[in-house]
């Protein structure tokens, strides 16, 4: 769409409601600031979204619009309105109004996805490793040394290949 003043591509666009009729307009950068449609004080995104979900919603809000996380600083409503979070601990600062958030989003609060192959190899070969070492334990407390021994070696093996598998 083009700026209605300079053929430029527009940035900015106005609706205005005068008597029940709709009126568009549509501006370059320049052109907006040329007629001081732009105050850097009043495009605060995150003022303006506390303002109206607060009067759309009430005291919840409020509260919400209090929290923030002590790690880095971020406030749940600026969270809300970037969509992302400012560090690892936002999570547990803003843990008890993300979790019907996660929910609707996961449909559900744990993790049940895929895990990469790699990564099932890995653990089911710790498995093997840690019953293994529960053998060889076994294995010294009865006094079985020669099995222990066996064991032991197959557990060196195993780690081995692990190591440069």
């Known amino acids: 769409m083009k700026c209605q003043t300079c053929d430029e591509t527009a940035t900015v666009h106005m609706t205005e409601i005068v008597n029940g009729k709709k009126r568009e307009k549509h501006y370059c950068q320049d052109c907006a600031r040329k007629q001081q449609l732009l105050k ?25 619009a209090q929290l923030t996380c002590p790690t880095c600083g971020i406030k749940y409503m600026e969270f809300k309105a970037a969509g992302r979070c400012g560090c690892p601990d936002d ?68 780690e081995h290949a692990d190591e440069h598998g």
């Open 91 to 158: 999570y547990v600062a803003f843990r008890e109004p993300l979790m019907p958030l996660l929910e609707r989003i996961h449909r559900g609060r744990r993790h049940v996805g895929k895990i990469p192959v790699h990564a099932l190899q890995h653990a089911a070969a710790q498995t093997v490793l840690l019953d293994l070492r529960q053998q060889l334990r076994n294995a010294v407390e009865r006094e079985a040394y020669e099995d222990a021994a066996r064991l032991r070696d197959l557990i060196r093996q195993k």
């Open 40 to 64: 850097q004080q009043d495009l605060n995104l995150t003022a303006i979204l506390q303002s109206v979900i607060g009067q759309n919603v009430g005291e919840a809000t409020k509260e919400l």
